[in-house]
């Protein structure tokens, strides 16, 4: 279970535990009569052993199985099984990646806060025991982001201290001072990292293919002839009982059992149409264009056409639930409320708050930082036909409400844009 705590703000959430409960299982099959025998699988496995848990990248690490070999169907063959996890130490952060006591523009924020109505104003900031005076100017969207931590910011503290409470009682989270040297260990992004961005780019160069080439992809048993170019821009998918792993570039890749994906860049959607299905949940976590992301050159962002153009309105069920990860721009909240949500029929339901913590209960920036929050948000809308938003308005129609402003409080990942999982809090 993801849920460690569940209080009337919202939930303290537990990452690793979901991530694992999934069971990465690989099933191998041996000859019995030589114990020394290389298994016989769809990929070679060399490299994942325990001395070199790299081959996963940022993710997995292989653990010893405590299952003995079971004899299969096959009569002559014994099955072992792999298991992997996620590795625990990327969720190991037990120190704010920016503390209050060395930020030293956070007071000057509040007092900016504190006239946000004012596009100028004067600050008086204390250097070397006198006072200068200094004016600032804001723009619009800067004032925009202040009124609206503003209106939150009370939600934010009073929530997420309720749920640190309970997780410090719990036991869950543990204050510094009880584990002194670990709170002091700096913390280390792993070297190698998920190219899957890199892979969406590619994909989006290669040649077009034809609709029987588009068919979905099943990953057999034992199957040997699958390509690295099979994989880009098709549905793939899983339907065993346990995991297979796929290589990318030299990368290897678990999927989990029954799970399907579609690596692709967002222009190449039709073999997700193609499927004829729909789905009764959609999360979207868009590339939103900001300053940051153009500086790093990390990754490309999306244009509001184009995330407009996600076909939302042909995948989703009805009163399909939505969910869009939003950035703190205000501009962004706006758009995706104001615009893509009623160009596709979604009419908004709730907006929740992501707030990330220390493995001791602090946040991970200040809360009133001028920069980075501490948080970030989600907005939830369900698919609407006009008639049925009609309908859905009288009292005829019932349908359970989804409560506004919830906290999802947890320790984040710290591999790029990890988000907390949802399925929990989404079916209570």
Known sequence: MSVVHELSPGWLLDHLAFINKISYELHQHREPCCSKSRPTSSVHLDSLHMDSVSSFGASATFVPSTSKPE??????????????????????????????????????SKEKEDLVNDVKKEIFISINGKKRKRCVA??????????????????????????????????????????????????????????????????????SLNETELQTLQLMEDDTSVTEQDLFSRIVENTSGFTKIITLMG???????????????????????NCKKTYDVIVIDPPWQNKSVKRSNRYSYLSPLQIKQIPVPKLAAPSCLVVTWVTNRQKHL?????????????????????????????????????????????????????AALLLSRNADVKELPIPDHKLIVSVPCTLHSHKPPLAEELVR
């Open 71 to 108: 004899n299969d169907d096959r009569g002559n063959c014994e099955m072992f099984i792999q298991k992997y996890v996620f590795r625990s130490e990327l969720f190991d952060i037990s120190k704010p990646y920016i503390t209050s006591a060395n930020h030293k523009e956070c007071q000057e």
């Open 138 to 207: 804001f723009n619009q969207g800067e004032l925009d982001a202040m009124e609206y931590h503003r209106k939150i910011r009370g939600l934010i503290l009073d929530g997420s201290s309720q749920l640190i409470q309970e997780g410090l009682t719990s036991g869950f989270l543990h204050s510094c001072s009880e584990k002194p040297n670990k709170c002091s260990e700096p913390i280390t992004l792993p070297l190698d990292t998920c190219n899957l961005s890199e892979l969406c780019e590619m994909a989006k160069h290669l040649p």
């Open 251 to 273: 990368q290897k890749y678990l999927l989990p059992p029954k799970s399907s994906f579609l690596l692709s860049d967002i222009s190449c959607m039709h073999p997700l149409l």
């Open 334 to 386: 706006r758009f995706v409320k104001e615009e893509l949500y009623p160009s596709w029929s979604v009419e908004v339901v709730a907006e929740w708050h992501w707030v990330k913590i220390t493995s001791s209960g602090e946040f991970v920036f200040p809360l009133d930082s001028p920069h980075k929050k501490p948080y970030e948000g989600l907005i939830l809308g369900r698919v609407r036909e006009k």
